[in-house]
């Protein structure tokens, strides 16, 4: 990570530190279960770390706003909620073994330990949102759930297909990943006393970030370091997951190169993954991905380029070029 990229994480982190730490009290106390099992593999997930990008941005737009209450904290702890139920349940699905530097939960605890901790937490989210008797924050988060187990069934029925498109992908993503970052941002921006029109912008540039974080995951899949973004690279070609860089390579590639992509991703031939680097490397498909990344970041920039300058809004900001300056 380059020195701008680390001061920009540190920047973020400082201006709400001690909202995070009320967000990880709430987390700690609401994690707790009479069944030793539920502690033990939500326990598990929960200390991996991890970016925690939703949350935060819950918190910034709250402040960006000049919210002084402290249910922007429960909203926080119930999106990192329902990110980690989505996590128990990815890695079950695609038969993962490694996040976030060690071992999965379902690697480690089995399969149907994982779904059920997984719906454990759904479950405890919903429990958590009630409490603060708002139907807009039940409507926001109700619907991100739909649309996220939408995104992950399509993205199911994508799986070894070579012919998908890009704007199927696309779908994919706003579905599976952006729609998380939009209704954080969302909430964010309505307990802070936004308008309809400045939670609209919310949602936007959570979108719009979103997106662009889940393109930067796709270039690092091929050209990360698996040290340092926690997985093992090639994740997306063993699973024959047809990423941007693929989709790209099969539209614009060689007919050598859009061959042995197919034959890949029909097969989950991870065997085959240092030629297909060398394909996505000399051909583009990876700078194209990176720009359609940087262009994202840039229409979230855009989305909340109205809100009062302020440590909260810089810290926002920040998190654009973040999303793309990263290397894990």
């Given at each position: 990570m380059s020195a701008a990229t680390q001061h920009a994480q540190n920047t973020i982190a400082q201006s709400i530190a001690t909202d995070m730490e009320a967000v990880?009290?709430?987390?700690?106390?609401?994690?707790?279960s009479e069944v030793s099992l539920v502690n033990q593999i939500a326990e598990y997930i929960i200390s991996a770390g991890g970016k925690r990008i939703r949350p935060v941005l819950v918190l910034l737009l709250a402040n960006a706003y000049g919210y002084r209450g402290t249910a922007h904290h429960e909203l926080a702890a119930v999106v990192e909620f329902i990110h980690t139920a989505t996590l128990l349940h990815d890695d079950v699905v695609d038969e993962s073994s490694m996040r976030r530097g060690r071992q999965t939960a379902n690697a480690l605890f089995g399969n149907a330990a994982s779904v059920l901790v997984g719906d454990y937490l759904y479950s405890r989210s919903f429990e958590m949102m009630t409490s603060l008797d708002n139907m807009r924050v039940m409507s926001i988060l109700s619907r991100a759930t739909t649309v996220i187990a939408e995104g992950e069934v399509l993205q199911l029925l994508n799986m070894h297909d070579p012919d998908v498109t890009h704007e199927s992908y696309l779908k994919v993503i706003r579905s599976k990943t952006a729609k998380l970052f939009e209704a954080a941002a969302e909430l964010g921006a309505l307990v802070g006393g936004a308008d309809d029109e400045q939670i609209a912008a919310a949602g936007e540039y959570g979108r719009s970030l979103?997106?662009?974080?889940?393109?930067?995951?796709?270039?690092?899949?091929?050209?990360?370091?698996?040290?340092?973004?926690?997985?093992n690279l090639g994740d997306d070609l063993r699973e024959g997951k047809p990423t941007l860089p693929l989709i790209w390579l099969m539209e614009n590639g060689t007919p050598e190169q859009r061959q042995l992509v197919r034959s890949c991703i029909e097969h989950g031939d991870e065997a085959q993954f240092e030629a297909v680097l060398a394909a996505v490397t000399s051909s583009g498909a990876l700078d194209y991905t990176r720009q359609q990344a940087e262009q994202a970041a840039r229409r979230a920039a855009e989305a909340i380029s109205g809100l009062p300058e302020s440590v909260y809004k810089a810290s926002l900001q920040q998190l654009c070029s973040f999303a793309v300056d990263r290397n894990h």
């Open positions: 990880n009290a709430v987390i700690r106390q609401r994690l707790q979103g997106t662009a974080f889940q393109l930067i995951d796709d270039v690092l899949d091929y050209a990360g370091d698996a040290a340092e973004i926690g997985k």
